[in-house]
T-cell receptor, first 111, second 114 residues
């Protein structure tokens, strides 16, 4: 079975600072991994995905994530936070059929 | 291309009442998912359809929840009777058979059971 653990339910950074959101996964097969973002009262939007090609994946809005098999991690980063990045972020792993999501990390960006 | 459509966006009902949610997936997407997202948690899969057949409904509380996908396009999720713990956002998503399994989500229906 697949599972995802997101470390830190809340992360607060200053505008312009590095964003680091942590995700560790468990999978019995080579994983497909995803990061989604959810703005208030909206559905989930795909930020980026890892599908066994390059281990460093670039997504939308300047986000990227690195797949590290030895650490079973897929952390999300952005060099410089913007106020508009404030949202909830979900890491997910594809199981045999559907996605299994982590519990989410709420990102706050302070001016 | 149009995204996943859901209605209504918000619904308030009393416990023991019934409620239905509607989803229209992206055109051509064969796979449709219903997720339940309780406040403070990640989405949890309720049911997955491929075309008009059920692929996975192992986490659907079948004593009160039902879903159908007629003609392999639109889908309806029903709760009857509702309980307080059903208060959540119900998300519909769709994906194509080709590609790398990315799912596209609708805006969700926020259900409050009082």
């Amino acid at each position: 079975a697949q599972s995802v653990t997101q470390l830190g339910s809340h992360v607060s950074v200053s505008e312009g600072a590095l964003v680091l959101l942590r995700c560790n996964y468990s999978s019995s097969v080579p994983p497909y991994l995803f990061w989604y973002v959810q703005y208030p009262n909206q559905g989930l939007q795909l930020l980026l995905k890892y599908t066994s090609a390059a281990t460093l994946v670039k997504g939308i809005n300047g986000f990227e994530a690195e797949f590290k098999k030895s650490e079973t991690s897929f952390h999300l980063t952005k060099p410089s936070a913007h106020m508009s990045d404030a949202a909830e972020y979900f890491c997910a792993v594809k199981g045999r059929r559907a996605l299994t999501f982590g519990s989410g990390t709420r990102l706050q960006v302070q001016p | 291309e149009a995204g996943v459509a859901q209605s209504p966006r918000y619904k308030i009902i009393e416990k023991r009442q019934s409620v239905a949610f509607w989803c229209n997936p992206i055109s051509g997407h064969a796979t449709l998912y219903w997720y339940q997202q309780i406040l403070g948690q990640g989405p949890k899969l309720l049911i997955q359809f491929q075309n008009n057949g059920v692929v996975d409904d192992s986490q659907l509380p079948k004593d009160r929840f039902s879903a159908e996908r007629l003609k392999g396009v639109d889908s309806t999720l029903k709760i009857q009777p509702a309980k307080l713990e059903d208060s959540a956002v119900y998300l519909c998503a769709s994906s194509s058979l080709a590609g790398t399994y990315e799912q596209y989500f609708g805006p969700g229906t926020r259900l409050t059971v009082t």
